[in-house]
């Protein structure tokens, strides 16, 4: 399923650029048939719940709780989280964790990704010998969702480097959903684009976000992300 042999050239520019960045995208991670298979479970089985940052809280709930909510009640859920973002904090999208007890194809990533050819392929390009394995969640951002600036590595929690391999087939820069990164001052640098099938991983210490998902994206911004672990 993923494709981890890669070339020694292909393997040294990769760890040239993480060296150099923080950050290092592997084109083409899985075979294209699982690619393909994982967006469309993706896209079509997926019961998500909306992820939200609101009165200090991490919350969640799905379509179906914020469609019972009174005209109001569903008012002030979006006020207060866009009132919050307009501050540079908080996020929307759509979550799934993955189980590693289920016998779906993303169950089946989870337990490929952390097999030792792959945790080795982390290590080799990061440097860090103390990753041993990694967890994973199905992200969806539709039209509007965003995930203002902020930084992964949360203090007595074992996460040595982020990941997001991009599910949504042929993307446009247009559409948003873009994975920025930030000096720490906040000046944006660099922007990477969901490429379907790519493997981001970078250094939970770096200043990112995902910008918001334009009013007229066609699609969602389907990702599979999570956090190599020490
Ligand atoms: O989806 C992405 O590109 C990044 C997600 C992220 O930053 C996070 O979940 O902490
Ligand atoms: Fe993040």
């Avoid at 820069?173 to 720490?184: A, V």
């Amino acid at each position: 399923m993923i494709q981890t042999s890669l070339h020694q050239d292909s393997l040294s520019a990769l760890k040239d650029a993480f060296d150099g960045q923080g950050i290092v995208r592997i084109f083409n991670f899985l075979e294209p048939e699982a690619a393909h298979e994982l967006s469309t479970h993706i896209a079509e089985k997926v019961a998500f719940k909306n992820a939200f940052f609101l009165n200090n809280q991490n919350r969640e709930a799905s379509d179906e709780e914020i469609a019972n909510l009174s005209v109001e009640e569903r008012r002030n859920l979006y006020r207060g989280i866009y009132q919050l973002a307009g501050q540079g904090t908080g996020f929307l999208y759509g979550r799934h964790k993955v189980s590693q007890d289920s016998d779906d194809v993303l169950t089946e990533f989870l337990s490929k990704l952390n097999e030792t050819s792959c945790i080795d392929l982390i290590r080799d390009i990061t440097g860090n010998k103390v990753v041993s394995h990694a967890d994973a969640q199905v992200t969806r951002y539709r039209v509007g969702d965003f995930l203002t600036r902020h930084i992964d590595n949360i203090p007595g929690e074992t996460r040595r480097f982020a990941y997001v391999l991009g599910l949504s087939p042929q993307w446009h820069p247009d559409w948003g959903g873009l994975l920025q990164l930030f000096e720490q001052n906040g000046t944006p640098t660099s922007s990477y684009m969901p490429v379907f099938n790519s493997l981001t991983v970078f250094d939970v210490n770096k200043v990112h976000s995902v910008t918001s998902v334009a009013p007229f994206s066609p699609q969602s911004r389907y990702s599979i992300t999570g956090w190599f672990r020490a």
